[in-house]
Every structure is written in C-alpha cells, then in structure tokens.
C-alpha cells in the first residue's frame, strides 16, 4: 500500500471518529463568569526589586504576578517579560525594578465577565495571562489559558481526551534524514 494512501485512510479514520462523538460545545456551556475559574495571585508592589518578583513567582510557582501601587492594578510582570530582557546578560535582579519589565496598563476583565469573552480576548491579543480586577481596577485573580484549559478538560473530558491524535499511528509518520 502506497504511503500516500495510508495517509489517506488514516485521515479518514480520525474524521469518522471526530464525526462520531458529535458533540459540540453549546454557548451557554463557555458563558462561566471569570471569576469561578481564575487564580489568586500574589503582587509585588510598584518599585519592588526584580528579586523580590523572581522570588514570589518560585514561591507560588507561578508565572506571573500583579504590580500594584496603593492597591491598584500597574501591570503585570511575568517569566518572559523578565527572561526576553535578561537573556545573556550579567544581572544583579535585586538592583533592577520590576517597574521596567512589567506589562503597563494591562488588558483586564471583571469576575462576571464570561470564559467566551477571554477566549475571544486572548485569541486575539496574543495573552497567556489576563488580570481579573474590580471596578476600581483592584486584582482580584489572574485568568490563565491553563485555567481555560483545565476547565474544558473537566467539563468535557470524553470529548477532548478522547480526540484521535494526528496521526492515528506514530508508522504513518516519516522522519526526514537518516
């Protein structure tokens, strides 16, 4: 049997599989309000030292906190901010302000606010991350894709641990090179 037509077949295995389980996420199934599925999340605050973020982000391991001044939302300061600025660089972190590595004036939504609305925010703006604030702009929590994620799986665990991996089989894979 040619490889093309193993392909083929294959394919159509994962779209009769996909076909069978027919079912599909409703609206109102994505309509959950923020606030039962964000984090907790700690906050350093404007004109700490870099150190001191590192340091609660291990603690807490996680990968991203609030900078806050007189309790309100400045920014949000996470791995990558801090990684793509120090990469190769000879740093002393407790030296530098995690006012120059924050994302100012971040994207925020409210705890009533829905899981569609910060699927579509986060499609769209490129986020890993969105603080979940009061009306006065104070963080309440952190909205994480991991959040979204975890909360899918929960809810519709046979329809997404039970997708056909891409291939059905590893042998229909071909490796380039030796």
């Known amino acids: 049997m040619p490889f093309e037509t193993l392909i083929d077949d294959e394919m159509s295995v994962m779209d009769e599989l996909l076909e069978e389980s027919g079912k ?5 199934q994505i309509e959950v309000p923020l606030g039962s599925i964000m984090n907790q999340v700690p906050s350093v605050q404007s004109g700490a030292s870099l150190q001191e973020a590192l340091d609660l ?7 991203s906190i609030f900078v806050v001044a007189d309790e309100k939302l ?8 801090i990684l793509l600025k120090v990469l190769n660089k000879s740093i002393e972190y ?6 120059a590595f ?4 971040p994207l925020t939504l409210r705890p009533d606010d829905l899981l569609d609305t910060a699927i579509q925010e986060i499609a769209q703006g490129g986020f890993r ?13 952190m909205l994480s894709v991991r959040n979204i994620i975890s909360y899918l799986v929960e809810h519709f665990p046979q329809e997404v641990l039970t997708l056909p991996p891409k291939p059905v089989r590893k042998g229909t894979q071909s490796r380039e090179g030796a």
């Open 94 to 99: 407790e030296k530098l302000i995690v006012d």
């Open 57 to 63: 982000m291990v603690s807490y391991d996680i990968g």
């Open 129 to 141: 991350h969105i603080p979940i604030t009061d009306k006065d702009n104070i963080p309440l929590g």
């Open 74 to 81: 400045k920014g949000v300061i996470g791995e990558r901010d």
């Open 102 to 105: 924050m994302k100012v004036d």
């Open 24 to 28: 599909t996420l409703e609206t109102h």
